[in-house]
Every structure is written in structure tokens, then in C-alpha cells.
């Protein structure tokens, strides 16, 4: 992963480039990488027979327009669904196949200076445990481990993945002291959270890095960057990189 001794903060594509593509695409995450991200990150689903792939919601129809919930499907039939998310983008991605979370790895091993940040969804356990989807998980980021972070909003995961020795991000809901008490007890790498929910709030200290999403538009990045964060999750990497190239 980068250090911060070289960069004073991180640019990080949310679900890949999702302002000209379709979202948790090899496609989108790709054009993320080629616009300049230092990081991309993505969401993890897991297909009836166990397969993790690149999806965020439990349900197809938002980015698939067809109905379903994804858990009653195999890999063999969501690889054969396209993901171009008709209803916001038309037909001008299509079609653009659902990736397992393997294809995009074997895509992210060939940039090792591009951090992942692989966020497991926490609908998974309603149907399986935290056990056995860390594992299925797990198995495949190992051969980008050194720059990968399992993040979730689900803490009981992240103790694991945190055990099986992976880099990983907690995802919050909100500020409480409450929320800071299991923030230092976690000793997580990275605090993530919905940039709106800081407001006046100071990011807190301790051993991790801040991150936020979502901006998209640069003199909101520089205020949260002032505030001592030094990742920048947003849905229009290009966008960003175009402002801080030319301020």
C-alpha cells in the first residue's frame, strides 16, 4: 500500500467509475485504474453456490433490470446477466457480464500500486456465517493481500479477517462515543464513513486512517482533507483528478 509519507491524500474510486460506467464492473473498476485512483473499491456478494462475486445489492433488478433476489442464482446463470444498469445508463454499456470476485483478482494482481478495498456485504449472513464466507473470501484476495483491505460495516467479520492477518477498514454508521469505544477496541487500518455524518465533528484519533465517501467535487475533498482525512472515496475519480491536477 502507499505510504503517506508520499502522498498527502488518496483518491479512491467508488465502485469503480460508476459517472461513466456501470457499477462493481471489471469494466468501471478498470477505467477507475486507468483514470489515475490510487484505490478502487468494490462490493462482494455470494452467489447460491457459494461463488463470491462483484455486486452490492441482494437483489438484481436495480443494476440488471431483472427481477430476482441474487442469492437463488448460480454463478452459471448471474455470469450470463448483464449488469450495464439499464434504467440509469440505457443500453451503452451492454452487455457487461456480473464478474466474480476471481476475475477481477487475476485483473488486480497486475496492479500492485492500486490499493482494493473488497467490501463484504453484510446480507451474506442471513444465509451463510461469517465463517465460511471469510474463508470462500479470503482464499481468493490472498494473491493481492498486500494491498488489499476487507472492509464492512459488519464488525464480527472484520475481528476475523483482522485473525486471518488482512489489512481492514470498519465502516460506520455514525460518530457516537459509543461507535469511537469499538473503534479503538477493533484497531482497525481504516475509519470509513459517509462524509455528510462527520459534520462537525473531528475525525478521531488513533492508529487508523480516515476515509470518506462519497465526493465528487474537489473543493469538498480539499475541506475534508484540511480535516486531516487522507482518503477520497468518490463516484467520479476523473472528475477529482482533473480538479487537483489543475488547482
Avoid at 462524509?195 to 480539499?222: C, K, M, Q, S
Amino acid at each position: 500500500m502507499p505510504s503517506l509519507r508520499d502522498k498527502p491524500f488518496y483518491l479512491v474510486g467508488h465502485r469503480g467509475l460508476p459517472e461513466h460506467y456501470p457499477e462493481n464492473t471489471l469494466a468501471g473498476i478498470l477505467a477507475a485504474i486507468a483514470e489515475g485512483a490510487d484505490a478502487v473499491e468494490f462490493d462482494i456478494q455470494i452467489s447460491k453456490d457459494n461463488i463470491p462475486i462483484i455486486f452490492h445489492d441482494d437483489t438484481l433488478l436495480r443494476t440488471t433490470g431483472i427481477n430476482g433476489e441474487l442469492a437463488d442464482y448460480t454463478f452459471s446463470l448471474l455470469e450470463r446477466i448483464s449488469a450495464h444498469e439499464p434504467a440509469r445508463l440505457g443500453q451503452s454499456h451492454l452487455p457487461e457480464p456480473i464478474a466474480s470476485l476471481a476475475t477481477l483478482v487475476q485483473e488486480l494482481k497486475k496492479w500492485p500500486e492500486v490499493h482494493a478495498f473488497a467490501e463484504i456485504k453484510s446480507e451474506i449472513f442471513k444465509r451463510q456465517s461469517r465463517e465460511k464466507t471469510l474463508h470462500s473470501i479470503a482464499a481468493i484476495l490472498e494473491p493481492i493481500k498486500t494491498h488489499c483491505s476487507i472492509i464492512s460495516f459488519d464488525y464480527d467479520i472484520l475481528q476475523l479477517a483482522q485473525q486471518a492477518g488482512f489489512s481492514i477498514g470498519w465502516v460506520l454508521e455514525d460518530m457516537t462515543p459509543v461507535s469511537q469505544a469499538a473503534a479503538h477496541r477493533l484497531q482497525a487500518n481504516f475509519l470509513i464513513i459517509d462524509y455528510a455524518r462527520i459534520g462537525d465533528n473531528l475525525p478521531w484519533p488513533g492508529p487508523w486512517h480516515w476515509f470518506v465517501y462519497d465526493i465528487t467535487d474537489g473543493p469538498t475533498a480539499e475541506a475534508a482533507i484540511n480535516q486531516g482525512i487522507t482518503y477520497i472515496e468518490s463516484w467520479d475519480i476523473s472528475g477529482l483528478k482533473h480538479y487537483f491536477d489543475t488547482v
